[in-house]
């Protein structure tokens, strides 16, 4: 029987951004799988953690493109884009706490390139007027990032309506990187 890689990585990812604490035993449970059978698709922990990685960088890629964050006003941009990421914010909460992922000086290409594009289009909200500019797009990156994690967290554990997911990131977000008049 071939193992769907994918649902195994879709299993592991559902089950860690619950239990970011389980056991590779528990992984391959909740994936179908034995142990020894998930062992040889992931050596371990680390290569596990580093394919889930992959996998966030590959949705927030596709929700940053489907976002199309260079069309309208910038605000509407980020709108889209946290709409777009909801699917995936409970595994990008997850990455986000993996501190394995950003020991040494090798920070995956895939986050310098989403950084990359979401601090441009911070900027641009900044150059159009729309935001802000004493708060720099990197932090209002981080801020996106940070927001996107609790509200992952707040939904997993029942303490807020996934329903407002998308209006509480958003409008506090902007809220608070709008420029006043």
Known sequence: MAVDREQVLRSAAALLTRKSTATMDEVARAAGLSRATLHRHFAGRDALVRALEDLGIAECEAALEAARPDDGPAADAVRRLVRGIEPSAALLAFLYTENQLF?????????????????????????????????????????????????????????????????????????????RE
Do not use: C, K
């Open 103 to 179: 020991e040494g000086e090798e920070q995956n290409e895939g986050w310098a390139r989403i950084d990359a594009r979401l601090t441009d289009l911070f900027r641009r909200g900044q150059e159009s007027g729309e935001f802000r500019i004493d708060l720099t797009p990197a932090w209002l990156t981080e801020a996106l990032y940070g927001l996107l994690g609790a509200a992952a967290w707040a939904v997993a554990e029942g303490r807020v309506a996934r329903n407002d997911f998308n209006h509480m990131i958003a409008e506090l977000l902007l809220g608070g990187a709008l420029r």
